[in-house]
């Protein structure tokens, strides 16, 4: 069987050349499987492993708009609908200067199994676009969103595929694009994006969802161990939604958390980040990570290095910024200064490599990002549930809910891990128990 996952990756990596990071999340999951197929040898059937890393359909369009200033732009916009055999594509749109295909197709095939975690009926899909929106006037975001959407359209619908935010796409953006989706198509379809405005379909806890929910599998982590939040410390990366109502949820646990960040440098605030202060400049100012040195304390310190973060002992890191950020050199550091628990926040986050000593090192628990983050995704499928039914659900039901659903991805991580030998390998059994549903689907759906 080995050798079948062998000659799986090599094709699949020759078939995708120039796209590491979907190279590097192909490997992770196949590298998992070989103790599946030895005891269901009927996933070998209709080649079905090597179809389950062949997305559906990849779409990829020009984005021309014209900026405040009369200027002609013109991006690119991508849209990969990996995999619907649980349900219609889900998964966020990114803005970045970074995106590209490899990029979306890895975050694609990642989401898919993320999907499947959380045990509700949706597929894995993703997008974005090469759209820089820092520093961008609302009027110019507008009317990128709008031309993104006059395209998009055409491919997306409530049972077909449901897009919604990710880096750089926020309430605002969903709003843009959904208006413009609504002119169109001349209908108000409400579930065809997630992640909007309370007053016209949105959910509640939608925006702290990925945040707390990475806090509420932490939490189950080290209740492995005997232990809780309370008075731990912890190193935080980011400072966009996911690591602010990271801080927010790990905070009323009772934990310390030190450190946050942003693309242009990091701060270590050694008496607990204020809270109230960070959101202040990063939610509603949308100012840099440095405006929190100079307002807070001559205590804070401020780096030019956003991943400075790591350097710092704590007992949990939560990794919430962008993929590849925390490398093996960061990783040792950690392990060297004490680290208990590290679960990653976004996608990805830790190298290849830095991911392996992780899950080599005897008394560190890693929790994966198709795991950890799912809650997310898991509140989209909340917020699609509430508009199907015309209903609306208050905060602390649905925040109920997504603690449930999160509560239960733990629990099958780990039962799947110790099935297959592996009982504190968080990788083995999310990698194991995401496939085995979608590929249980997929013959069951015959060979499209």
């Known amino acids: 069987m080995h050798a079948t996952i062998e000659t799986l990756k090599n094709d699949v990596l020759a078939r995708n050349a120039g796209e590491p990071e979907f190279h590097q999340a192909v490997v992770e999951v196949l590298d998992s499987l070989a103790p599946v197929l030895e005891t269901h040898p009927e996933y070998l059937d209709q080649d079905v492993i090597r179809r389950l890393c062949e997305p559906e359909r990849q779409v990829i369009f020009r984005v021309p708009w014209i900026d405040s200033k009369g200027n002609v732009n013109i991006n690119r916009g991508y849209r990969v609908e990996f995999n619907s055999a649980l349900g219609p594509y889900k998964g966020g749109l990114r803005f970045h200067p970074t995106v590209n295909l490899g990029i979306v197709k890895f975050l694609g095939f990642e989401q898919t199994f993320k999907n499947s975690l959380t045990g509700l009926p949706i597929g894995g899909g993703k997008g974005g676009s090469d759209f820089d929106p820092h520093g961008r006037s609302d009027r110019d975001i507008m009317a990128f969103c709008q031309s993104f959407m006059t395209e998009l359209y055409r491919h997306i619908g409530e049972y077909t595929d449901v897009p919604a935010g990710d880096i750089g796409v926020g309430t605002r953006e969903i709003g843009y694009m959904f208006g413009q989706y609504k002119r169109i198509t001349n209908r108000f379809e409400s579930g065809v994006l997630t992640g909007k405005g309370l007053s016209w379909g949105g959910s509640l806890v939608r925006p702290e969802a990925t945040g707390y929910g990475t806090i509420f599998f932490a939490r189950e982590m080290l209740a492995t161990q005997g232990e809780d939040f309370d008075g731990k410390r912890v190193s935080v990366s980011g400072s966009g939604n996911v690591a602010i109502y990271a801080i927010e949820k790990a905070q009323e646990l009772g934990a310390v958390v030190v450190t946050a960040s942003d693309s242009k440098g990091s701060i270590y605030d050694p008496d607990g980040i204020d809270l109230d202060l960070l959101k202040q400049i990063k939610l ?138 592996a009982p504190s390998d968080y990788v083995l059994g999310a990698n194991i128990a995401g496939v085995t549903k979608v590929v249980d689907a997929m013959i069951a759906q015959g060979l499209v």
């Open 284 to 421: 509603k100012e949308r100012g840099r990570i440095s405006e929190y040195a100079d307002r807070r304390s001559n205590r804070v310190e401020f780096h030019e290095n956003r991943n400075d973060v790591w350097q710092v002992p704590v007992d949990v890191a939560l990794p919430c910024a962008t993929q590849n950020e925390l490398d093996v050199h960061a990783a040792q550091t950690l392990i060297n200064n004490g680290l208990r628990v590290v679960a990653e926040g976004a996608n990805m986050p830790l190298t290849a490599d830095a991911a392996s000593l992780m899950r080599e090192t005897e008394g560190v628990l890693f929790g994966p990002a198709k795991a950890v983050n799912a809650g997310g995704v898991a509140t989209s499928a909340l917020e699609m549930q509430q508009n199907a039914s015309r209903d609306r659900w208050t905060f602390d039901y649905t925040e109920t809910r997504l603690e449930e659903i999160m509560v239960d991805v733990h629990e099958t991580c780990r039962a799947t891990a110790q099935e297959y030998g």
